[in-house]
């Protein structure tokens, strides 16, 4: 299957400040992307989806401007958390995708996100 | 609203025995649904995907699940679990009309030597 990579793995961060996640697809082009947010023991949360030139669509009370998701090119998106804080503590993974509704999404391995 | 429904959040079971994982989904037409498995601290393999066609699909690892529309169930199977099968898999089902996919909350499987 197709590779999709993030980076980095983990990440430990003061409080205030602010971190950016990459997710990249490294075999093929996606052209719509996802990022989901995992509590511990606890299920994906879809968090946005973002289409390469477009503006990332959040969901229901993701706030835009607390994550930030840019998605410039095709096996490239980003996600800035901004002034970042204890509570947004998460394992953040990202997929990707090249198709349609009846095509694969790939998964990256995830980016375990510390704020201290 | 689509929603999936994982009823057992931990199961535990000796290597060599059969495995049954349940999901139930709520959904206005015929669903896609999927089947993923989450090693820790990792993201996300699909095991296997229902489309269309034979309610009975193959993926990959030795895993097999039905799609019963009648019980609207898509229940994962493996005639013998490994030791290395422990993990945490979720069932999914792809949203009407979106390339989003809905999770249920996950069932951790525990394999005893």
């Known amino acids: 299957g197709a590779v999709v990579s993030q980076h980095p793995s983990w990440v430990i961060c003061k409080s205030g400040t602010s971190v950016k996640i990459e997710c990249r697809s490294l075999d093929f082009q996606a052209t719509t992307m996802f990022w989901y947010r995992q509590f511990p023991k606890q299920s994906l949360m879809l968090m946005a989806t973002?289409?390469?030139?477009?503006?990332?669509?959040?969901e229901q009370g993701v706030e835009k401007d607390k994550f930030l998701i840019n998605h410039a090119s095709l096996t490239l998106s980003t996600l800035t958390v901004t002034s970042a804080h204890p509570e947004d503590s998460s394992f953040y993974i990202c997929s990707a995708k090249s198709g349609g509704m009846n095509t694969e999404a790939f998964f990256g391995q995830g980016t375990r996100l510390t704020v201290v | 609203a689509q929603s999936v429904t994982q009823p057992d959040i931990h199961i535990t079971v000796s290597e060599g025995a059969s495995l049954e994982l349940r999901c139930n989904y709520s959904y206005g037409a015929t669903p896609y649904l999927f089947w993923y498995v989450q090693s820790p601290g990792q993201g996300l393999q699909l095991l296997l995907k229902y489309f269309s066609g034979d309610t009975l699909v193959q993926g990959i690892k030795g895993f097999e699940a039905e799609f019963k529309r009648s019980q609207s169930s898509f229940n994962l199977r493996k005639p013998s679990v490994h030791w290395s099968d422990a993990a945490e898999y979720f069932c999914a089902v792809g949203a009407l009309g979106t390339d989003k996919l809905i999770f249920g909350t996950g069932t951790r499987l525990q394999v005893f030597p």
């Open positions: 973002s289409n390469e030139g477009s503006k990332a669509t959040y």
